[in-house]
């Protein structure tokens, strides 16, 4: 009869942990989808307000805790120009969503991407004040995503549009950006089917690509 009781419950925890996988898998799916449609700071609002509703709900998941992030900082990057003040507190949250995803894996690639990002964000509240203290930390993440993951495309785009936008004289520029986009290229070439893993980039390298093979006016 123990034994019977033993069995039932061992079924039953099964059956409720299958349940409430199946319900978190479809919750991500639906805001994963609508994330990759986003093309306003509404959409990505709204989009980082669903993934944090999923992680309240899945503490021990750091995907959702991810795309929070990632939401927030699509939100923040258009307001800079119109209004600083927003623009750093909805980044503040970005910082908030993503410290927490850090304690669940620290040594995820991806996060390690997302903190490079977030890093530029900060760049563009003060960017002559800022660019000293940033560039290195900017470029610290990004070599430590590469680190934990070589096959990380992300990595290695971000870099890319970080040294596109950095002056000549600082090692910036088309030229230089160049190798870290053709990287990125072969990387996203690789890339298989990522489901509900981050994704982006890729049609963005293709542009910085594009734009970084054309030839200087004046040539």
Avoid: C
């Avoid at 990632?70 to 003040?85: K, S, V, Y």
């Avoid at 470029?139 to 990595?155: D, S, T, V």
């Amino acid at each position: 009869m123990k034994n019977f009781f033993l069995l039932l419950t061992f079924i039953l925890t099964a059956t409720l942990l299958s349940a409430q996988n199946a319900q978190y898998t479809a919750a991500m799916t639906k805001a994963v989808t609508a994330l990759d449609s986003a093309k306003t700071p509404t959409d990505f609002q709204a989009a980082a307000n669903t993934f944090s509703r999923i992680a309240a709900a899945e503490p021990a998941e750091w995907l959702p805790l991810y795309y929070a992030a990632f939401g927030h900082l699509n939100t923040a990057f258009p307001m800079f120009e119109q209004d600083p003040a927003k623009a750093t507190l909805i980044l503040d949250l970005a910082q908030a969503s993503l410290d927490k995803a850090k304690t669940l894996a620290p040594q995820e690639s991806e996060l390690a991407v997302m903190q490079a990002y977030i890093l530029i964000g900060r760049l563009m509240e003060n960017p002559m004040a800022k660019g000293a203290e940033i560039t290195p930390q900017v470029f610290g993440e990004l070599g430590k995503a590469a680190a934990l993951n070589p096959e990380n495309p992300r990595a290695a785009f971000l870099h890319g549009t970080y040294v596109l936008n950095m002056p000549a004289f600082y090692g910036g520029g088309a030229a230089n950006a160049k190798p870290h986009f053709e990287k990125a290229a072969a990387l996203f070439e690789k890339e298989s089917d990522r489901g509900l893993l981050p994704h982006w980039g890729e049609k963005a390298n293709v542009y910085f690509l594009e734009k970084v093979n054309q030839p200087e006016k004046g040539n």
